[in-house]
């Protein structure tokens, strides 16, 4: 089976819910975003899968609406939980 490699960068609460600021997953050439999700719940069991219930994802910059979007390898997903403030 194939594999591509991303890079998952956290922020906020989901940096300090995942115990780093990025890491590297590798996951199957066919996987989404929704596949990237899982793996990170899979990875950080504890504490990070209470935090992406509320988190938004950027996709190489560009905001995730639909996670079944497929991945590309290489690509960057960011983790971004509510920010407060104004």
Do not use: W
């Not at 591509?4 to 780093?20: P, S």
């Not at 996987?31 to 938004?56: G, K, N, Q």
């Amino acid at each position: 089976m194939t594999t591509l490699t991303i890079v998952v960068r956290y922020f906020a609460a989901a940096r300090a819910a995942a115990g780093e600021e990025e890491e590297k997953v590798q996951l199957p050439s066919t996987a989404s975003v929704a596949d990237a999700v899982a793996e990170l719940r899979r990875l950080h069991p504890e504490r990070l899968p209470r935090v992406l219930e509320a988190v938004s994802y950027l996709l190489d910059g560009i905001a995730v609406r639909d996670l079944t979007r497929r991945l590309k390898d290489g690509a960057e997903l960011d983790v971004l939980p509510p920010f407060a403030g104004g």
